[in-house]
């Protein structure tokens, strides 16, 4: 499967964004996805999961209450909703699918596979 993220930008403080990962496959709703992100000079990490049914997800702490991942299986898209940004958010943005269908969601990025290419996102103080 191919994985195309997109909707990063430059943005102040305080602003939101919306991210979208256009997957394509039949099977793409048997997979649970994944955001990850990575800073200049820093690991790749985790940011948010959802379930392939969408009814489970999961966020870093860094993120909860105020990003939100969802999907839609008929468009074959996931989506992260990105609120009240602020400088440390500051990343290239990827998204990912699970390594094997209808599993739980996962933090490690060991478990994903077919990495998108990523979106930049800068927040400015």
């Known amino acids: 499967v191919q994985l195309q993220a997109s909707g990063g930008g430059s943005v102040q403080d305080g602003d939101s964004l919306r991210l979208s990962c256009a997957g394509s496959g039949r099977t793409f709703s048997r997979y649970a996805m994944g955001w990850f992100r990575q800073a200049p000079g820093k690991e790749r990490d985790f940011v948010a999961a959802i379930s392939w049914s969408g009814f489970t997800t999961d966020y870093a702490d860094s993120v909860e209450g105020r990003f939100n991942v969802s999907r839609d299986n008929a468009k074959d898209t996931v989506y992260l909703q990105m609120n009240s940004l602020k400088p440390e958010d500051t990343a290239v943005y990827y998204c990912?699918?699970?390594?094997?269908?209808?599993?739980?969601?996962?933090?490690?990025?060991?478990?994903?596979?077919?990495w998108g290419q990523g979106t930049l996102v800068t927040v400015s103080s």
């Open positions: 990912a699918r699970r390594l094997l269908k209808l599993v739980p969601i996962s933090r490690n990025p060991g478990d994903f596979d077919s």
